[in-house]
């Protein structure tokens, strides 16, 4: 089991950065492929950015592509998500993830989920 536990989400203003962290407890956490998905209210939970466990190869979705960055600090169990140039349309509940196989950019894929953390981004 992994337990994943998000924070640093609030209210901000577009243009504003903000960054997310995912603190990870269980089994070994810098074995796995991580990422961050978002869900807007009545919308499906999307992809946003991913990582592998090894070599740190990362993926985004266009939408946020040269505004967000995932990293990973396995000495320390942690994910982040640094979000720079934030826009009304990233608001959302932010969550962390964490998969053993799989396609990065598959929910399906990921065996283990935080509980969320909101951003809402004012305009």
């Known amino acids: 089991q992994v337990q994943l536990v998000e924070s640093g989400g609030g209210l901000v203003q577009a243009g504003d950065s903000l960054r997310l962290s995912c603190a990870a407890s269980?089994?070994?956490?810098?074995?796995?492929?991580a990422g961050w998905f978002r869900q807007a209210p009545g919308k499906e939970r999307e992809f946003v950015a991913g990582?592998?466990?090894?070599?740190?190869?990362?993926y985004y979705a266009d939408s946020v592509k040269g505004r967000f960055t995932i990293s990973r600090d396995n000495a320390k169990n942690t994910m982040y998500l640094q979000m720079n140039s934030l826009k009304p349309e990233d608001t959302a509940v932010y969550y962390c993830?964490?998969?053993?196989?799989?396609?990065?950019?598959?929910?399906?894929?990921?065996?283990?989920w935080g509980q969320g953390t909101q951003l809402t981004v004012s305009s």
């Open positions: 269980g089994r070994t956490f810098s074995t796995y492929a």
């Open positions: 990582i592998t466990w090894n070599d740190g190869n990362t």
């Open positions: 993830a964490a998969r053993s196989g799989g396609s990065y950019w598959n929910r399906v894929s990921y065996d283990y």
